[in-house]
């Protein structure tokens, strides 16, 4: 079984050292006859070793219990004055009084400071009031020296040491926090790198899906190359776009600049390429832009807004009925309006790609990162007609309008 052993029974390395030093000085001067006053009791000469066995014994403990070596500490050098006196054990005193405050409480360390200086003045006052000479003085001085001198050398030492344990212990609150933020931001750029890589594979790759699917179902030679034509087109622009999410993530090399990221100029393009996937599955795509001429949105806005528009249509590619699918965008009240329909619930002839339901997902996170608002879901006309809409509100000044002078 282990064995506890308390602190006091078990001093400091240090401490002993101390100790075992300071009682072999005291015995060399008290056998070299050298002692700092006459004996004023006429004690014997060995009077005067047990004030040093005293306060060197209680060096053992100046770390384990300071206040009360201490207290023993200052019993023991009263003693001292009535007997030959030893330098020794005025010095360990001093160390006594320096370790009470050093690894004493908070409370202690605050009071023998004050105490000490007190008890320095009052000593000072007093024999200088009773021997009305100058020398009363040095004893005042004395006193100061052997216990107001090392309190307040304690005092700031420990203040010292508790500033540099809360210096270090801000430091690492810091660098917890910078690690937490950190992680956070790689967390939320996986998550943008997620929706980004998403975004763009999933309309392009559906499209590949379809048509390589109808290309093996369908044995004519036109169908084959329409659909290889198409699987083409798609392969090309998703490695284009794949090129460009790269240069997003590592900025173009020289310049410092990212790479120009998607906005609604390209919807034309976009829609063009749907025309095209969607062509032999009955799906027609037309764009309605009633944004006023001159509008400037924020690259964040317009970058949500094409995404929105193009996992709509990879929707829609995937399961809309056959029938139009329709994009309008408007602007009003400093928000713009997105808005994608598609028919829904008909049988559709020919192969379909199956989803993941990450799509919806990325939308509303681009949407809430905008503190906007999405919509998506079955919407019945008023002539019965059953379509699947998908409606953002994205919250966007108009960066070209001229502020009023």
């Not at 064995?3 to 005291?26: E, K, S």
């Not at 009360?68 to 030893?86: E, H, K, N, R, Y």
């Not at 996986?190 to 999933?202: F, Q």
């Not at 008023?382 to 070209?400: F, H, I, M, S, Y």
Request: glycine fraction near 10%; hydrophobic fraction near 45%; aromatic fraction near 4%.
């Amino acid at each position: 079984m282990p064995c506890f052993r308390h602190p006091i029974l078990q001093p400091h390395r240090d401490d002993v050292l101390l100790a075992v030093t300071g009682l072999l000085a005291g015995l060399l001067l008290w056998s070299l006859g050298l002692h700092t006053q006459g004996n004023r009791l006429l004690l014997p000469g060995w009077a005067t070793l047990v004030p040093l066995c005293t306060v060197s014994a209680l060096e053992l403990v100046r770390r384990s219990a300071p206040q009360s070596a201490l207290a023993g500490g200052v019993l023991a050098v009263i003693g001292d004055q009535f007997t030959q006196g030893s330098l020794a054990t005025v010095v360990i005193f001093a160390d006594l009084v320096y370790a009470a405050v050093v690894y004493g409480t908070p409370r202690a360390a605050r009071r023998i400071p004050i105490t000490t200086g007190l008890v320095s003045l009052a000593l000072t006052v007093g024999f200088l009031a009773w021997f009305r000479e100058p020398e009363a003085l040095l004893i005042g001085m004395v006193a100061g020296l052997i216990s107001f001198a090392p309190a307040l050398t304690g005092s700031i030492l420990r203040n010292h040491r508790e500033a540099a344990v809360a210096a270090r212990l801000r430091a690492e609150q810091t660098a917890l926090l910078a690690e937490m933020d950190r992680a956070q931001a790689v967390t939320a750029e996986r998550a943008r790198m997620a929706r980004e890589l998403h975004d763009m594979v999933a309309n392009h790759l559906s499209a590949i899906a379809i048509h390589s699917t109808a290309a093996l179902s369908l044995d004519t030679p036109d169908a084959s190359t329409r659909a290889l034509s198409v699987i083409r087109e798609n392969s090309v622009q998703g490695l284009a776009e794949m090129r460009r999410l790269i240069g997003l993530l590592r900025e173009s090399e020289g310049s410092g600049e990212p790479s120009a990221a998607p906005s609604l100029d390209g919807l034309d393009a976009l829609l063009e390429t749907s025309r095209a996937s969607g062509a032999g599955s009955g799906l027609t795509f037309t764009l309605a832009d009633d944004r006023p001429a001159g509008l400037g949105l924020p690259a964040p806005v317009e970058l949500a807004a094409y995404r929105i528009v193009q996992e709509s249509l990879t929707n829609a590619l995937k399961h809309a009925s056959p029938g139009p699918v329709a994009v309008r965008l408007s602007y009003a009240d400093s928000t713009l309006h997105v808005a994608v329909t598609s028919a829904f619930g008909g049988g559709r002839a020919g192969p379909r790609a199956p989803g993941s339901g990450a799509g919806l997902v990325g939308m509303r996170e681009r949407v809430t990162l905008l503190d906007g608002e999405l919509e998506a879901g079955p919407v019945t006309l008023d002539d019965g007609t059953k379509t699947w809409q998908v409606r953002a509100l994205l919250p966007a000044e108009d960066e070209n309008e001229e502020l009023p002078t």
